[in-house]
């Protein structure tokens, strides 16, 4: 049986509210970085203050998803379409609380002055953020194909974060006196790698919504 017109209507405001939620969580991860590069240690509150403004949005979005599930029953690919939401939901929540702990360690890089900063860290964070972005589109599009393209892109930003940290490691021992800041941003690298993780997590929920397949652990479907 068709569902309602009640139930796609839901569904399109479900979608817009996770295209707001990310263009959130887009702005939160770049503004966090942003304050590492240029020494913004003030932006650490900014961030979390806006940080709630998502967790709120996933609420929402968790409690809207419960409600079509009590009201019309969805079943195949409806109710794929319903469980996908909750986790993007869910996933873009932890991104948010990603940006946080970055400004975070920001705050801390700045308490030490000048650091030779990695140029390819921006090159890095463009890139997750751009999977990110993607993943969100093609779950709007229902576009596997695309999907299946972003997980493969995880291996960029893993090439990226293996390269950044090999940097990092060298300035610690090259300039003793820069391992507290070095440690801060080991961990905000480690951070944006994590950004690219739950990209690909969303990719692959877009991937499970469109054809019913489970990729998220290969080598157990062999």
Not at 91 to 116: Q, W
Not at 178 to 207: C, G, K, M, Q, Y
């Amino acid at each position: 049986m068709r569902m309602t017109t009640h139930f796609v209507n839901e569904m399109e405001l479900l979608h817009r509210d996770i295209l707001s939620m990310c263009s959130t969580v887009e702005e939160l991860i770049h503004d966090a970085v942003d304050g590492l590069q240029n020494g913004r240690s003030e932006l650490a509150e900014e961030v979390s203050s806006r940080d709630r403004e998502v967790d709120k949005w996933d609420i929402r979005i968790e409690e809207e998803c419960l409600k079509i599930l009590a009201l019309y029953h969805p079943v195949a690919n409806d109710l794929r379409r319903v469980a996908v939401v909750m986790k993007i939901a869910a996933e873009l929540e932890r991104v948010a609380d990603i940006a946080v702990s970055i400004a975070e360690r920001s705050a801390g890089m700045a308490e030490h002055g000048a650091y030779p900063m990695p140029g390819r860290l921006n090159e890095m964070t463009q890139e997750a953020l751009s999977m990110l972005h993607d993943s969100i589109d093609a779950f709007v599009e229902q576009n596997s194909a695309a999907a299946r393209i972003i997980c493969q892109r995880d291996e960029i930003v893993d090439d990226l974060n293996s390269e950044l940290i090999k940097e990092v490691v060298d300035v610690m021992k090259r300039r003793p006196e820069l391992v507290e800041p070095s440690l801060h941003l080991f961990s905000v690298i480690r951070h944006v790698e994590r950004v690219a993780d739950h990209a690909t997590n969303i990719a692959e929920d877009v991937v499970y919504l469109v054809e019913a397949a489970i990729i998220r652990h290969p080598r157990l479907h062999r």
